[in-house]
């Protein structure tokens, strides 16, 4: 009989990193956020797994306990909010979000896992002079945890999109942890969207769901079909012919730079008019939904297309109006990438005795 080890997110949004361990086959028991429809999102795609939505720096292990049972805890997942540690936000050490990664602390201290995983961008790791990776580090060390961290690449697992993410990992009681190989080739916007109604012009901007209309042509879109009937979340933005025909002007790859002089302060936003590459994987999928252009139709991609380049599979359905679909796919953790930590993580704990 195999061993199926629990799992708790906090900072869960839609819940990409759980999604992940759970595609590695983990128990997701409890997702923890303050965005109810995020949570709303988790609750559809993680089936019978619980979520607690309020302020993490007002729940303890007792109001986790009450909810999930007497059951045992053997990992705890989460990706403390970014913003304040970003290279395109602020880079203030005293921006309140960057405190709640103390929560997380607090609660593995209550808890004690026998694993616990990090994410959050790059800039964690070296701004401030590491102040902040130092102190991560050391309260882990101070209760007994072997902490290592390493940026990752998703393109390297997978993922059709050049995300890098700094994941730390800590394991005690002589559980070890290596960080996944990088995979052999790379996944390309082409491969990941070409089977997708096109939504091409104005004409239909799509519906709730459609089927498919065409076979899938390789290996990743075989994948991000499997258990779904069609396609959720493919609703295209109307744009004016104005707008189009600047899009047009784009390459793919391209951005403001290949604009006439004219038209190049059409936008101010620095990734404006920017379209995806075919044959490359995508830069990284941000909250917005207008800084991006597909690779060969003249619009903003869809949430689908978002969550393909994410690799989110097809059957995970995103709930709430655009606008906040596009958040949950932007802050989210690409699955594929969180199931190939997820797979070292499961071999790790499969060297001691089973959950309970």
């Excluded at 720096?57 to 007792?62: A, F, G, L």
């Excluded at 009450?66 to 989460?78: A, E, Q």
């Excluded at 005690?172 to 080739?185: A, E, T």
Aim: with cysteine.
């Amino acid at each position: 009989m195999k061993t199926q080890f629990n799992v708790i997110d906090l900072f869960c949004g839609a819940g990409g990193l759980s999604y992940g361990f759970e595609m590695a086959g983990f128990n997701i028991l409890l997702g923890i956020d303050n965005d109810q429809m995020a949570l709303k999102t988790f609750e559809k795609n993680h089936k019978g797994s619980k979520t607690i939505c309020g302020d993490i720096r007002q729940i303890n292990q007792d109001q986790i306990q009450k909810v999930i049972g007497k059951k045992k805890i053997d990992v705890i997942i989460g990706g403390p909010p970014c913003q304040g540690f970003s290279l395109s936000g602020p880079r203030n050490f005293n921006d309140p979000r960057n405190s709640l990664y103390l929560s997380y602390i607090r609660l593995v201290d209550q808890i004690r896992p026998n694993v616990f995983v990090i994410e959050n961008v790059p800039g964690l790791a070296r701004l401030f002079g590491g102040v902040v990776k130092n102190n991560i580090i050391n309260e882990f060390t101070k209760m007994g945890y072997k902490v290592q961290f390493q940026i990752l690449h998703s393109e390297d697992y997978g993922v059709p999109q050049k995300r890098r993410r700094v994941v730390f990992v800590g394991t005690k009681n002589g559980f070890s942890f290596n960080y996944p190989q990088k995979q052999k080739g790379l996944v390309t916007c082409k491969m990941a969207l070409s089977d997708l109604p096109p939504l091409p012009d104005n004409s239909f901007l799509g519906s709730d769901f459609q089927p498919y209309l065409s076979t899938p042509t390789n290996n990743y879109q075989k994948l991000m079909r499997v258990d779904s009937s069609g396609i959720y979340n493919h609703v295209a933005a109307h744009h004016d012919e104005r707008v189009k025909k600047i899009i047009a002007l784009v390459p793919p790859g391209g951005n403001y730079k290949d604009l006439p002089e004219e038209l190049r302060n059409a936008s101010h936003f620095h990734v404006a008019w920017t379209r995806f590459p075919d044959n490359e994987p995508a830069p990284t999928i941000d909250t917005g939904h207008r800084h991006h252009f597909h690779y060969q139709f003249d619009r903003v991609p869809t949430v689908r297309e978002c969550a393909r380049i994410q690799s989110f599979p097809d059957r995970f359905v995103f709930l709430g109006n655009k606008t906040q679909q596009f958040r949950q796919v932007g802050n989210a953790v690409p699955p594929l990438m969180a199931q190939a930590i997820a797979n070292e993580v499961k071999k790790s704990l499969s060297q001691g005795g089973p959950s309970v």
